[in-house]
């Protein structure tokens, strides 16, 4: 069993920054296409940042120049540096990576996502 745990959540006031860590645990061989997603109260799960397979990485047009996605392969650790934040970024904050990991003499794969972290966003 594998697992992916967001923190670094919390109340933060307009035009402050958080930054939020996506920690994976488990007896992982890989985290892959670790990418960061936000969802409100009656709206559908939106992308905020993600890394590509190649290492690139892709921004939701409301992130570019505000959020930073970054990862420490060696600690299987994901980052989301947000700066300039608005009270519309208020959400939960999602982390989602396809994590391999060894189960028995296999190598398998899971579409693992975290419990999310509540970010908001007042004065």
């Known amino acids: 069993q594998v697992y992916l745990k967001e923190s670094g959540g919390g109340l933060v006031q307009p035009g402050g920054s958080l930054r939020l860590s996506c920690a994976a645990s488990?007896?992982?061989?890989?985290?892959?296409?670790l990418g960061w997603y936000r969802q409100t109260p009656g709206k559908q799960r939106e992308l905020v940042a993600r890394?590509?397979?190649?290492?690139?990485?892709v921004n939701a047009d409301f992130a570019t120049g505000r959020f930073t996605i970054s990862r420490d392969i060696a600690k299987n650790t994901g980052y989301l540096q947000m700066n300039s934040l608005k009270p519309e970024d208020t959400a939960v904050y999602y982390c989602?990576?396809?994590?391999?990991?060894?189960?028995?003499?296999?190598?398998?794969?899971?579409?693992?996502w975290g419990q999310g972290t509540q970010v908001t966003v007042a004065s």
């Open positions: 890394f590509t397979d190649s290492g690139n990485t």
């Open positions: 488990g007896a992982i061989f890989s985290v892959n296409g």
């Open positions: 989602n990576a396809d994590i391999q990991y060894y189960s028995g003499s296999f190598i398998r794969n899971h579409d693992t």
